[in-house]
């Protein structure tokens, strides 16, 4: 299971919003016209990154998704089980302010997975805790330039998870 963001225009967000463009039409769009520069892919590592900003897995969230997730469902979003979900830019911006106060090596230093144990946290059970937490919090800083480069955009993000 991987989350998938894709950085898109303000025009061309506004028209999936207002149902002009229909999702099937938009990701066969995305697969043809977008630049590698517009997506972002997170593997095994996206909840473990939930799991350090919201102390809980995303599958505990209930219908409540954090806003680094998509926390607004698109209304074509029926296509599949968690749906299509987009991040505004304002919300964007408000990501990148939740993440200001974050320090990386207090967090690897204090970082313990004993945590998760009773958890519902989706991770790669395949790599060792130190290989796991980096692999984490390199995820979580693409996620931030990415998030950085769409403010800079003016653009919103489309989430998918699959």
Same mark, same amino acid.
């Given at each position: 299971?991987?989350? !998938?963001?894709?950085?898109? #225009?303000?025009?061309?967000?506004?028209?999936?919003?207002? =149902?002009? %463009? $229909? %999702?099937?039409?938009?990701? =066969?769009?995305?697969? @043809?016209?977008?630049?590698?520069?517009?997506?972002?892919?997170?593997?095994?590592?996206?909840?473990?990154? =939930?799991?350090?900003?919201?102390?809980?897995?995303?599958?505990?969230?209930?219908?409540?998704?954090?806003?680094?997730?998509?926390?607004?469902?698109?209304?074509? #979003?029926?296509? !599949?089980?968690?749906?299509?979900?987009?991040?505004?830019?304002?919300?964007?911006?408000?990501?990148?302010?939740?993440?200001?106060?974050?320090?990386?090596?207090?967090?690897?230093?204090?970082?313990?997975?004993?945590?998760?144990?009773?958890?519902?946290?989706?991770?790669?059970?395949?790599? #060792?805790?130190?290989?796991?937490? $980096?692999?984490?919090? @390199?995820?979580?800083?693409?996620?931030?330039?990415?998030?950085? #480069?769409?403010?800079?955009?003016?653009?919103? %993000? %489309?989430?998918?998870?699959?």
């Amino acid at each position: 299971m991987h989350f !998938k963001y894709c950085k898109i #225009s303000k025009p061309v967000f506004d028209s999936l919003i207002n =149902n002009e %463009i $229909e %999702i099937n039409d938009f990701l =066969n769009y995305i697969e @043809n016209k977008l630049l590698k520069n517009d997506y972002l892919f997170l593997n095994e590592t996206w909840d473990l990154i =939930n799991f350090i900003l919201n102390g809980k897995s995303l599958f505990e969230a209930n219908e409540e998704m954090p806003l680094i997730f998509g926390s607004n469902k698109m209304e074509q #979003s029926d296509l !599949k089980e968690y749906g299509y979900r987009y991040i505004t830019n304002d919300q964007i911006k408000q990501c990148l302010q939740d993440f200001e106060g974050l320090d990386f090596t207090i967090i690897k230093q204090n970082f313990d997975f004993s945590d998760i144990e009773n958890t519902k946290v989706y991770f790669d059970k395949t790599l #060792s805790q130190k290989e796991l937490l $980096e692999k984490t919090l @390199n995820d979580f800083e693409a996620l931030k330039s990415f998030l950085i #480069s769409a403010s800079k955009d003016d653009s919103a %993000i %489309i989430v998918f998870f699959e």
